[in-house]
């Protein structure tokens, strides 16, 4: 059973960094991509950052490029998304989540694919 648990988020002035953090639990092998997604008030959902769980393989949509970094620690079965230069249109929730592959295509495409499993999300709010 998969479980994924958000933390890190918070108040931080604009141009601050942050690292929010996801406790993964139950995702084993090598199908898993783990991904970030933030929904900002008002807005719709959209996809962030996303990473192969087991060999660190990374995708990043187009506004995360440059600024938002996602890693992952195996030992410590959590991954992370840092954030610099944070801007206020940065506010939102972000929320991990992670896709069992096994089966599919083996051309991901973070953009279209719907995550199997989604943590309960993180408020991260910048203030100008």
């Known amino acids: 059973q998969v479980q994924l648990v958000e933390s890190g988020g918070g108040l931080v002035q604009a141009g601050g960094s942050l690292k929010l953090s996801c406790a993964v639990s139950?995702?084993?092998?090598?199908?898993?991509?783990m991904a970030w997604f933030r929904q900002a008030p008002g807005k719709e959902r959209e996809y962030v950052a996303a990473?192969?769980?087991?060999?660190?393989?990374?995708w990043y949509n187009d506004f995360a490029k440059g600024r938002f970094v996602i890693t992952k620690d195996s030992a410590k079965d959590t991954m992370y998304l840092q954030i610099y230069s944070l801007k206020p249109e940065d506010t939102a929730v972000y929320y991990c989540?992670?896709?069992?592959?096994?089966?599919?295509?083996?051309?991901?495409?973070?953009?279209?694919?719907?995550?199997?499993?989604w943590g309960q999300g993180t408020q991260v709010t910048v203030s100008s």
């Open positions: 989540t992670a896709k069992d592959r096994d089966g599919m295509s083996p051309y991901y495409l973070p953009l279209i694919e719907e995550p199997d499993y």
């Open positions: 139950g995702v084993s092998g090598m199908s898993y991509y």
């Open positions: 990473i192969k769980w087991n060999v660190g393989s990374t």
